[in-house]
């Protein structure tokens, strides 16, 4: 079956701009992650999902990121005001439940001007 | 505050050697422990998982353990092969009731096996 999909692959965008990242992830899996990954350093997180609501948001660095997953399936990760220091690589992961595998999409490359 | 800490620097070692990844964890007390691998320009892939009641798990050529004492788990391949090179995440996770399945992820460590 299809693993989770990221779109767009690579998003470059001027500070001060608004960006949508979209995730795809695996069918029936009900848990849902966003990572950001800079260059050398492993994924960190940022937010959770469980169904439609945001189990965890503890990871969102302010309240210029926003995500939303309103069916429970498909996700968006939204930033307001982008800033050169939000350029790195967005990684989304989903689970059939918290607490075990979870499988990662190929992540969105966003750079910042 | 939790840390996570691996060998920053480059692991070199020969086909059909064992190499060894370490991971130490700081200020923290994971239900459990993840094993992941990343390969330039794509996503992290699970290879193992082990739980906090588990010593040691063994899945084809790898091999995990886990010390909640020491507070490390050491990451194993054995028989080595050019194919293994890659960056290997260490992702420890839990967080006793309130188990999110947020991982906290190390730096990596990049392996390169040479033929």
């Known amino acids: 079956g299809a693993g989770v999909s990221q779109t767009p692959s690579n998003k470059v965008t001027e500070k001060g701009k608004y960006v949508e990242l979209r995730c795809d992830p695996i069918s029936g899996h009900t848990a849902l992650y966003w990572y950001r990954q800079s260059l050398g350093q492993g994924p960190e997180f940022l937010i959770y999902?469980?169904?439609?609501?945001?189990?965890?948001d503890s990871g969102l660095p302010n309240d210029r990121f926003f995500a939303v997953r309103p069916e429970g399936s498909v996700s968006t990760l939204k930033i307001q005001r982008t800033e050169r220091g939000d350029s790195a690589v967005y990684l989304c992961?989903?689970?059939?439940?918290?607490?075990?595998?979870?499988?990662f999409g190929p992540g969105t490359r966003l750079t910042v001007l | 505050s939790q840390k996570i800490e691996q060998n920053s620097e480059a692991l070199n070692i020969q086909e059909g050697k064992t190499a060894t990844l370490t991971c130490n964890y700081t200020?923290?007390?994971?239900?459990?422990l993840q094993w992941y691998r990343q390969d330039p320009g794509r996503g992290p892939v699970f290879l193992l998982l082990i739980r906090e009641n588990e010593k040691e798990k063994r899945k084809e050529r790898l091999k995990v353990t886990f010390d909640t004492t020491l507070k490390q788990s050491l990451f194993h391949i054995t028989a080595s092969q050019p194919a293994d090179s890659a960056t290997y995440l260490c992702?420890?996770?839990?967080?006793?009731?309130?188990?999110?399945?947020?991982?906290?992820f190390g730096q990596g460590t990049t392996l390169q096996v040479k033929p």
């Open positions: 999902f469980q169904g439609t609501g945001a189990a965890d």
């Open positions: 200020n923290y007390s994971p239900a459990y």
């Open positions: 992702a420890p996770g839990g967080h006793g009731s309130s188990n999110t399945g947020k991982l906290i």
């Open positions: 992961a989903s689970s059939l439940s918290s607490g075990i595998e979870q499988f």
